[in-house]
């Protein structure tokens, strides 16, 4: 049968320790306080007796010393005893918090172990883990509205594809050119699942954070971007400006130009009928706006979201997978930018990245 010590772990193991912490200082003191008296007693020969003879045993000085020994014995399982139970009692909620905390897994983050009473380390350790229990929660939901939408995302274009060949299949009368037309819609699918599986990329790839930096200039990072997005701007009749001075700093240059074209394109993609988007670039810091639709400073917040958009409107591939201000924010955490996204009053977005 297991003792103590192996069936409790850690906290046992603690608590013996805490106990020789108690019962240590005060037997030494007991030590101390019984052996003085003892030390002080002289044993001296008989009277009358020769200068050699040797000394003759105190009767008292042998009943003193038994009883001290009798006194440190009967002392010292007071003392553990004594030490065992206060060094229980003092780690009877660090039990309750490791019992609790070993309980709380995937399933059911949702416990926390509650505010207590006392004002102590241990009420900040349940604090503590309280708030991580609550981020934990947090990061689990948003995984699974994650891969849920992701599934939906790529399961969509799938099923088109498969209703469009069986379809070409299944009519008898089908000529060359309509089995061509079916094939190229059946390409102009896998051109948008290609373009998501990009986009989780490199959200995926943003999100686990950098792998090197090196110098790099948003404004040249900018104007490539610009140059890339000249036609798209032009066809969807959003005017471009901007103001590119030298913005020197460091991080992937491969990231921030995704970062940069998600803003653009996500700029242009939700713009207006003859509206405008502005790129501005200072030292480390980078800021795209743009005219478009009011957005409400409520919903900021959630279209940093992956797969949101304004309104709780489903994604349509066309208008792309709501995921570039989700990259932007990943990217910007990625490089511990600072990111700001505010509303404009005559709608549309003002969005900041300040590198550090």
């Known amino acids: 049968m297991r003792g103590p010590l192996s069936r409790t772990g850690i906290t046992w193991s603690l608590r013996g320790r805490l106990t020789l912490l108690y019962a240590v200082p005060f037997l ?25 003879a040797p000394p003759v045993p105190d009767p008292y000085l042998e009943r003193l010393f038994v009883g001290a020994l009798l006194g440190l014995a009967a002392v010292s399982v007071v003392a553990v005893a004594a030490g065992w139970l206060v060094a229980g009692r003092f780690l009877r909620p660090l039990r309750t918090i490791t019992a609790t905390a070993r309980d709380i897994s995937a399933s059911n983050l949702h416990r926390r172990l509650g505010p207590s ?11 503590t883990l309280d708030e991580l229990f609550a981020r934990l929660e947090a990061a689990f939901e948003a995984q699974r509205r994650f891969v849920a939408n992701a599934a939906h995302e790529l399961r969509t274009p799938l099923t088109a594809e498969r209703t469009l060949l069986q379809v070409a299949l299944a009519d008898p009368d089908a000529d060359p050119e309509t089995l061509r037309a079916a094939c190229r819609d059946v390409l102009s699918l896998g051109r948008a699942q290609e373009r998501l599986i990009d986009a989780l990329l490199t959200l995926a790839t943003s ?82 706006a743009n005219s478009g639709p009011h957005v409400a400073a409520a919903e900021i917040g959630r279209l940093l979201e992956p797969f949101q958009r304004q ?23 990625a490089h511990a930018a600072d ?18």
């Open 339 to 356: 990111l700001t996204v505010h509303s404009r009053p005559d709608g549309g977005l003002d969005v900041t990245v300040t590198f550090p």
């Open 311 to 333: 309104g709780a409107q489903r994604v349509r591939h066309s208008d792309g997978y709501g995921l570039g201000l989700a990259i932007v924010r990943a990217i910007a955490n």
């Open 117 to 127: 009473r006392r004002d102590d380390e241990f009420a900040r350790l349940s604090s």
């Open 28 to 52: 030494l003191s007991a030590v101390v306080l019984v052996g003085i008296p003892i030390l002080q007693t002289r044993v001296t020969a008989p009277v009358g007796s020769a200068s050699g």
């Open 207 to 288: 999100e686990q954070g950098l792998t090197h930096r090196e110098p790099l200039d948003l404004a040249t990072i900018a104007a490539g971007v610009l140059d890339g997005r000249a036609d798209a701007a032009k066809e969807r009749g959003v005017r471009v400006e901007s103001d590119l001075a030298a913005a020197p700093t460091t991080g992937d240059p491969r990231l921030v130009e995704s970062l940069v074209a998600n803003l653009v394109d996500n700029a242009i993609r939700h713009n207006v009928p003859d509206g405008w988007l502005r790129v501005e670039t200072t030292p480390a810091r980078v800021v795209v």
